[in-house]
């Protein structure tokens, strides 16, 4: 392969491996707020920020550089600008 291809292979690697901790980290958050009950908000709090901050920083990119966008017309919502 050229290196093209394998920096791009690299790059989708990087990014699913993120987007499956952050679907690991959305879970457990899930499990939190359902057990938790009425102090979600207070126990809750660490899972919920480090869910957002791995959103912000974590975006699945499937081309890098190549086009715009999600080419498998947007089952995941992680991708910014996937509509």
């Known amino acids: 392969m050229t290196g093209t291809l394998k920096a791009r292979e690299e790059h989708v690697r990087e990014s699913w491996i993120k987007a499956m ?3 690991i980290v959305r879970g457990q958050l899930q499990k939190c707020y359902r057990g938790e009950g009425v102090n979600q908000l207070q126990n809750c709090k660490e899972l919920a920020e480090r869910y957002a901050s791995m ?6 990119s499937y081309t890098l550089g190549v086009g715009r966008g999600c080419r498998y017309r947007c089952r995941c919502r992680v991708v910014k600008g996937c509509r």
């Not at 959103?55 to 699945?60: F, Q």
């Open 21 to 23: 901790e952050a679907r």
């Open 55 to 60: 959103i912000r920083e974590n975006k699945v």
